[in-house]
C-alpha cells in the first residue's frame, strides 16, 4: 500500500502490483515471459509499465530480480529470474510451497546484499562473477556444472559438507 506513496504510480495500481507478486508466487522458479505475465495482469502491449512495476518491487525489498551477466543492470532489460526476496516473504504471500524456490530464495536472500548474483548459462547462480552454484535437495549432482571451474554445489538435508558440496543451511550465517 506504500509503495504509491514512494514511487510515481496510482494508487489503482496497488491491484497490479499485487497480481504481480501473486504471479510470481506461483512459478517454480519464475523465469518470467512478459507477454505472459502482460496479458494475466490484464496491461496489454505495457512494457514499461510492467518494467517499472518489477523495478519498483525490487527496490521496495519484495522482489530480488537478477539477470545475466551481459545484461547489465538497466531496468528495461528483460530479467532471467525473479525471486521474492525472502523465505518469510515467500511464505506469507504464496498459497504453494515449492522446496527448490524456496532453497533458491534463501540463496539469493543470504548473498543478494553483500555479493553480485548474475545467471549463468550452467548451474543456477554466479557469485562475484567468479563462482558457480546449483541449488538443490541432498541427492544434487556435480552433473550440470562438473566442467566449470570453482563450481559448487549447494545442497539441503545435508548436515556436513565434502568437497565441493556445501551445506544450504550454512549460508544462513552471511546473514
Given amino acids: 500500500m506504500d509503495i504509491p506513496s514512494i514511487f510515481p504510480i496510482e494508487y489503482d495500481s496497488i491491484n497490479n502490483l499485487k497480481k ?6 506461483a ?5 518470467p515471459n512478459l507477454k505472459e505475465l502482460l496479458a494475466k495482469m490484464n496491461m496489454q502491449d505495457n512494457y514499461k509499465g510492467l518494467y517499472r512495476f518489477l523495478e519498483y518491487l525490487n527496490r521496495a ?14 531496468i528495461f532489460t528483460k ?6 526476496n525472502n523465505t518469510n516473504l515467500h511464505s506469507a504471500y504464496c498459497d504453494t510451497h515449492n522446496i527448490g ?7 539469493t ?10 545467471i549463468p548459462k550452467k548451474g543456477d547462480f554466479t ?10 535437495g541432498k541427492n544434487k549432482t556435480f552433473k550440470q556444472i562438473k566442467d566449470i571451474p570453482d563450481s559448487f ?7 556436513i559438507g565434502s568437497g565441493n558440496k556445501i551445506p544450504l543451511w550454512l549460508f544462513g550465517f552471511l546473514y
Fill in 20 to 25: 504481480l507478486v501473486r504471479l510470481i508466487c
Fill in 27 to 31: 512459478s517454480h522458479p519464475y523465469t
Fill in 61 to 74: 525489498k519484495v522482489f530480488n530480480i537478477i539477470r545475466a551477466k551481459t545484461k547489465g543492470d538497466n
Fill in 79 to 84: 530479467p532471467d529470474k525473479i525471486y521474492l
Fill in 101 to 107: 524456490t524456496s532453497r533458491e530464495v534463501f540463496f
Fill in 109 to 118: 536472500s543470504m548473498l543478494k546484499v553483500a555479493h553480485n548474483l548474475t
Fill in 127 to 136: 557469485v562475484d562473477d567468479k563462482y558457480t552454484f546449483e541449488i538443490g
Fill in 153 to 159: 554445489v549447494v545442497a539441503d538435508d545435508i548436515e
